[in-house]
């Protein structure tokens, strides 16, 4: 009987043990106890430790009745090995009764793992008509590895085995869910044009904006259907946009300009069984540029765009913190002509695509390496803005007030005021964007492929008014609702202040 904080090592060849409450035994690998052990009382701790270096050895304790009071058995285990992977608690003809917890230690490399065949990895063996109560053995911790959880079953033979889990560990679509959050950023930032300028095309002007709003994907069979993750979260940044150019050349109107944006996104990602997954974040800087160009008499217009973020990611489960940094990049074309539907009404339809592309760097984490593949995909929006086409002209100041006489209105009725709306249909297509998790280890890489294709619709909606004769306000809000597929949905809010020089 070992009793308080008794230590013994090495094999034994007793009738019966006793482990107390805090009392250790530790056996050495390839140490078996010859006899079988009458009866094993266990409420302390046992320990499978190695005294090698180099080869795997597993050793083996056998009893014949295990009683147990909530002692921890720790076993050794290397599931990146296809035979001799473990080390094995025998009951041998008795019964194994009372609860006995087995702690999991991955004795290999612990990015290594392989999905498990048959009825999976032996921890604890029945032999010669040996029974195990149900509630016997429980595992102790997470096992993971590679792409895999490993969890602890009870067979109908009555011995214990781990198996890989169905359900990849949480780790997988949080990792993939990355290249969609990115993704997703850079092309709400970029926006259209209605986000850019607003209804009343001001050139020569600095305009700031800030946009907030949520995010989120909705559960079309998860990643083992090679779906995006269920997604929910936010974002924000502010913009600042500004004309370096503006000119007039055969009939059309060239503006030119530049923006820079910083950032944040959260987002809470689920697992394919709707278990939460962890939360990436993404602080991201921008940098863009565009070009407007709009026939003088017909008011057709194509604006052009290009950007550039720097996203700076960490992914976190309650077992692992991954972070990694990339670059994200697009291009946007996108037309519109506008038509005279009364004197202050006007309907545009718009037609805008939108390439886009990803580059984040491999890193590892506990449980494995993380590689990540090239990022891309490809949008169509197809829609039309309606609104009001008032004369922006804010005219003479009315105010009572002597020092605001000349530059402000008496009241806000009198300020100059458009609104619009702007209904469309976004389709994402030929989108790709691979995540590989394991190690060298022949047979522990996986690789997912979540698809961002899908169709959405999509509706803002704006409003205008000029303040000062060289001051714009405008607010605006809209909402995206995913119709098929994995495309994104959510909704945002954003306020804008335009200042002309």
């Known amino acids: ?18 482990l107390a409450s805090g009392a250790t035994w530790n056996i050495p690998d390839n140490a078996t106890v010859l006899s079988v052990v009458d009866d094993l009382s266990h409420a302390g701790q046992i320990h499978f430790t190695s005294t090698r270096t180099g080869k795997f050895v597993p050793a083996t304790l056998k009893v014949k009745n295990l009683n147990g009071q909530n002692g921890t058995i720790s076993l050794r285990v290397r599931p990146d090995m296809a035979q001799n992977n473990a080390d094995r608690l025998v009951i041998d003809g008795g019964r194994a009764t009372g609860k006995t917890i087995l702690n999991l230690v991955n004795a290999g490399n612990s990015a290594s793992g392989m999905a498990t065949t048959g ?3 032996q921890v604890v063996e029945a032999i010669n008509g040996a029974t195990t109560e149900e509630g016997a053995f ?3 911790n997470r096992l993971q590895a590679g792409a895999f959880n490993y969890s602890l079953n009870r ?6 085995y781990l198996r890989s889990e169905n ?14 959050q990115a993704m997703d950023y850079d092309r709400i930032l970029a926006g259209s044009r209605s986000h850019q300028t607003g209804v009343s095309g001001e050139n020569n002007s600095v305009r700031l904006s800030i946009q907030g709003g949520h995010l989120g994907h909705d559960n079309n069979g998860g990643i083992a259907r090679g779906a995006t993750p269920e997604s929910s979260g936010s974002y924000g940044f502010v913009r600042l946009e500004g004309d370096l150019m503006r000119t007039e050349v055969a009939g059309m109107s060239v503006t030119a300009g530049i923006y820079g944006a910083a950032g944040h996104s959260s987002v809470d990602v689920k697992d394919d069984d709707g278990s939460r997954a962890g939360t990436v974040r993404d602080d991201a800087g921008s940098l863009g540029g565009y070009l407007n160009l709009t026939h003088t008499s017909s008011g057709l217009w194509a604006d052009i765009v290009a950007l550039g973020t720097r996203h700076s990611m960490k992914a976190s489960t309650d077992n692992n913190d991954f972070r990694t940094r990339g670059w994200g990049w697009l291009g946007s074309l996108e037309t519109g002509l ?8 006007m309907l545009e339809p718009q037609l805008q695509y939108t390439w886009q592309g990803l580059s984040l760097d491999d890193g590892k984490d506990n449980a494995g390496y993380v590689k990540f593949g090239h990022g891309s995909a490809q949008h169509v929006r197809a829609g039309f803005r309606l609104g009001s086409h008032n004369d922006m002209t804010f005219g003479e100041g009315t105010s009572s007030r002597a020092p605001l006489r000349d530059s402000a209105k008496h009241s806000v009725s009198e300020l100059p005021v458009n609104w619009w709306v702007q209904p469309s249909v976004i389709r994402t297509f030929s989108s790709r964007g691979d995540m590989r998790v394991g190690t060298s280890t022949a047979g522990s890489g ?3 492929s979540p698809s961002q294709n899908g169709t959405s619709l999509d509706l803002q909606a704006g409003l205008e008014a000029r303040v000062r004769e060289n001051i714009t306000l405008g607010v605006q809000a809209g909402y995206a609702h995913s119709v098929s597929g994995s495309s994104a949905e959510g909704y945002n809010g954003q306020a804008t202040l335009n200042v002309t020089f």
């Open 338 to 345: 506008p038509f005279s539907i009364t004197d202050n009404l």
């Open 155 to 160: 067979d109908s033979d009555e011995s214990w």
């Open 138 to 140: 429980v595992q102790g």
């Open 1 to 18: 009987k070992l009793t308080g904080s008794t230590v013994l090592n090495g094999a034994i060849d007793p009738t019966n043990v006793t």
């Open 446 to 448: 996986m690789t997912f």
């Open 119 to 121: 009825k999976g990895i």
């Open 167 to 180: 359900a990849y560990r949480a780790e997988v679509p949080l990792y993939a869910s990355m290249l969609t």
